[in-house]
C-alpha cells in the first residue's frame, strides 16, 4: 500500500540554522504517528513541509504517494490542517467560520452548510455554533480550529501541537474529539513535546532531535526500550538519598537517578504497580523518612536519555508555552 | 462525519475562492464596530481642522479653499484607509490564518485577490463618507454631474491600485505592528503633494516631486472632474490631462506591486 507520508532525507535551513537534517519518516494508512519531540526539534517545520507551506531544500517528500515539491496541489486536497494557532475567525461565528472552510474546499453552499453541522455536532459545539468566536474559549478555539480541519474531509490530518497551551480539562476533551476522529480511519499526524500526548493518541511515534528521528516505533516497543513507567522517591532527608537509591535502584534494569536538589531518585520500571510495591517495602526497610512515593510516566528528557544516551539539550527545554520551531 | 462524499477533486475555482475570502474580510471589519467609528471620526477631525484651522491662512487661486481642498482630502484617504490592509495582512500572517488557505486546495492568488476585493468595497463605503463630510463642511460641485461620478469612480480605482502597494508592505513586515510602522511612508506622499496646499507655494527643491508624484495627479484629477472649468485656471491643465496621467500612475503602481506581492506570497 502506498504510505501517508513517505520522508527520505528532508533537509530545511532557515538561514544557518538547520530545522530539518535528513529526517526520515514513514506514515502508512490506518496509523496515527506522532512525532516527538522538544522545542526547536523541527517539529513544526516538518508539519510545514508536509502540509506544502514549507519547500524542503532537499531530499524527498511524498504524502499518498504526491510529491509535495511537484504537486502541491493534489497533496492540498488530502491534508487539513490544524496549527499551534487557532487559526479561526474570531469577528465570524464558528458555523460561519466551518462553512468558510468547507466553500473553499469547493462544495457547493449546501453540503458546506450540512458539512458544517455534523462537524460541530462531532465536536460538542453545537450550542455555540452561532456565537462569535470571539467569545470562545481557548479550548473551544482549538476544538473549531481542528473542525476546520475537517470539513474538507481530508485522508491526512496534520496536528501541530494540538493541546499546548490547554487547560487540563479541554486537554483530555481534545483528545477525545481527535481519538474519535481515528475510529472513523482518519490518518493523523501529529506533534507533541509531551510523551503522554503521544501515548495516549499514537499507533507510532517518532522521536526527533536537531531535524533527525532519532527513534521509532510503536508505544509499546518504545516503552520496552525506556521502561514502562517510573518509580519516583521524594525523601525527607537529603543524606538518605545514596541508601534509597540502592534499595530502590536494584528492582529492576534501570539505573537510579538521583537529584540532589529536589531530594528525589527515580528509576524507571516495565511493571509498574508491582515495582511500585517492592519499592515500597524496600524504602521501609531502609528505614528511610520519606515524603511521597509514586509512579510515572518517563519525561521526554528521560525517554532521551534511555534511548539515545544523551541529556536532552538545556537549550532545548519543553517549554509549557506555545512556540516551537 | 454524516455525509459521505469523495471530497473536492480539483481546486476550487478563483472566483469563488475570492469571493469567500472577501466576505471574511468584510466581515471582520463590519463586526468591528471600532474601527469604523475611530476611522470616521479621525478623518472628520482631519478635515475640520484643515477647513478651520489652517484654511484660511491658505491661498488656493481662484478656487474657494475648501473646494480646493475637499479633493485632495478624499484622494489622500484612500491611502489613510488603505494603511490598514497593510496591517490586516500582516495579522493575518502573524496569526496563522494565511497557513490555513494556503494548505486548501485553492489558487493561492485568492487570498490575495479576496483581500483586494473586499478592502475595495470597504474603500468605496469610507469615500462615500469622507465625501458627505466633505458637502457638510461646505464643499460644492462646480462641474457636471457624470463628471463627479467619474471623479468618484477614479478614487475607486486609486484604491484598488494602492491596496498592492500596502498588501506588500504587510507581507514583507510580517507582524502587524512592523507593517504599521511601515505605512506612515505614506505621510511624506500625502502632505509633499498638491493635495492640501498649491504646489507653487512650496521651495523649488520640493516641488519637483510634489508636482510630478502619482498622488498629485491623481488629486489634480479629482479636483479638475469636481470643479469645472475654474480648476484649469487654477492648475493650469484640463481635465484630461490629469486623468490620463493619473490612470497612467495607477497602472505602474499595480504593474510593480501586485507581482511583487504575488512573488513574497509564494515564497511564504
New interface residues.
Given amino acids: 500500500m502506498t504510505p501517508t507520508i513517505e520522508a527520505r532525507g528532508v533537509t530545511k535551513r532557515f538561514g544557518k540554522t538547520r530545522a530539518l537534517d535528513g529526517l526520515d519518516l514513514v506514515a502508512e494508512p490506518g496509523q496515527v504517528v506522532a512525532v516527538l519531540g522538544p522545542n526547536g526539534a523541527g517539529k513544526t517545520t516538518f508539519v ?1 513541509a508536509v ?5 524542503p531544500d532537499r531530499g524527498s517528500l511524498r504524502v499518498g504517494g504526491r510529491d509535495v515539491m511537484r504537486e502541491p ?1 493534489a497533496v ?2 488530502m ?3 490544524a ?5 479561526v ?1 474570531p ?2 461565528t464558528g458555523r ?1 467560520n466551518l462553512e ?2 468547507a ?5 457547493d453552499r449546501r ?1 458546506a452548510r ?2 458544517a453541522t ?2 460541530l455536532e ?1 465536536l460538542g459545539l453545537t450550542d455555540a455554533a452561532d456565537r ?1 468566536v470571539r467569545t470562545y474559549s481557548g479550548g473551544m478555539r482549538r476544538k473549531l480550529d481542528l473542525g ?1 480541519s ?1 470539513v ?3 485522508r491526512l490530518l ?1 496536528l501541530d501541537e494540538p493541546t499546548t497551551g490547554l487547560d487540563p480539562r479541554s486537554r483530555i476533551e481534545l483528545w477525545d474529539a481527535i481519538r474519535s476522529l481515528v475510529e ?1 480511519g482518519t490518518d493523523v499526524l501529529l506533534t507533541t513535546q509531551y510523551l503522554d500526548e503521544a501515548d495516549h493518541l499514537a499507533t507510532h511515534i517518532v522521536i526527533v532531535d536537531r531535524g533527525r528521528a532519532v527513534a521509532s516505533g510503536t508505544p509499546a516497543e518504545l516503552k520496552r526500550r525506556v521502561g514502562g513507567s517510573v518509580v519516583e522517591v521524594h525523601v525527607r532527608h537529603r543524606a538518605d538519598l545514596a541508601r534509597v537509591a540502592s534499595a530502590v535502584g536494584g528492582l529492576d534494569h534501570g539505573e537510579a537517578q538521583v537529584e540532589e536538589a529536589t531530594r528525589r531518585m527515580s528509576v524507571s520500571v516495565e511493571a509498574g504497580t508491582d515495582r511500585l510495591m517492592a519499592a515500597i517495602r524496600a524504602v521501609e526497610a531502609a528505614g528511610v523518612e520519606i515524603d511521597d512515593v509514586a509512579l510515572r510516566q518517563p519525561k521526554l528528557d528521560e525517554v532521551f536519555l534511555a534511548l539515545t544516551g544523551q541529556q536532552l539539550d538545556e537549550t532545548a527545554q519543553p517549554a509549557p508555552a506555545k512556540g516551537a520551531a | ?3 459521505i ?1 469523495l ?6 475555482d478563483l472566483w ?2 475570492t469571493l ?2 472577501a ?2 474580510a468584510v ?2 471589519f463590519l ?2 464596530p471600532q474601527l469604523i467609528v475611530l476611522g470616521t471620526i479621525q478623518g472628520a477631525m482631519f478635515l475640520l481642522i484643515f477647513r478651520y484651522v489652517f484654511g484660511g491662512a491658505i491661498g488656493a487661486g481662484g478656487l474657494r479653499y475648501v473646494d480646493f481642498l475637499v479633493p485632495g482630502f478624499v484622494t489622500t484617504g484612500v491611502l489613510f484607509t488603505g494603511m490598514g490592509a497593510a496591517t490586516a495582512i500582516a495579522e493575518d500572517l502573524e ?3 494565511v ?8 489558487p493561492r492568488s485568492s487570498v490575495l485577490t479576496g483581500r483586494a476585493l473586499a478592502d475595495t468595497a470597504m474603500h468605496t463605503w469610507s469615500l462615500a463618507i469622507t465625501v458627505a463630510i466633505g458637502f457638510a463642511v461646505g464643499f460644492r460641485l462646480h462641474g457636471s454631474v457624470p463628471d463627479a461620478l467619474a471623479a468618484f469612480g477614479l478614487l475607486v480605482v486609486f484604491a484598488f491600485a494602492f491596496e498592492w502597494l500596502f498588501v506588500t508592505l504587510g507581507l514583507i513586515a510580517g507582524t502587524a505592528q512592523a507593517a504599521q510602522g511601515m505605512a506612515l511612508l505614506v505621510f511624506p506622499l500625502t502632505f509633499v503633494s498638491s493635495a492640501y496646499v498649491p504646489v507653487d507655494t512650496m521651495p523649488g527643491w520640493l516641488q519637483g516631486f510634489a508636482a510630478h508624484q502619482p498622488l498629485s495627479y491623481m488629486v489634480d484629477a479629482v479636483r479638475s472632474l469636481t470643479q469645472g472649468p475654474a480648476a484649469q485656471t487654477v492648475l493650469g491643465h484640463g481635465a484630461g490631462f490629469y486623468v490620463l496621467r493619473s490612470l497612467l500612475w495607477a497602472a505602474v503602481i499595480v504593474a510593480v506591486f501586485a507581482p511583487l506581492a504575488v512573488a513574497r506570497y509564494r515564497r ?1
Wanted: charged share 25%.
Fill in positions: 510545514r502540509a506544502t507551506l514549507v519547500r496541489e492540498r486536497r491534508i487539513g490542517l496549527g499551534q494557532f487557532a487559526a475567525e469577528a465570524m460561519e468558510m472552510v466553500r473553499l474546499f469547493g462544495q453540503s450540512a458539512n455534523s462537524v462531532q462569535l476546520a475537517l474538507g474531509e481530508p496534520l472513523r | 462525519m454524516a455525509t462524499s471530497g473536492a477533486q480539483r481546486t476550487t469563488t475562492s469567500v475570502v466576505r471574511r466581515l471582520r463586526r468591528t496569526q496563522g490564518f497557513d490555513r488557505l494556503r494548505s486548501l486546495p485553492i511564504g
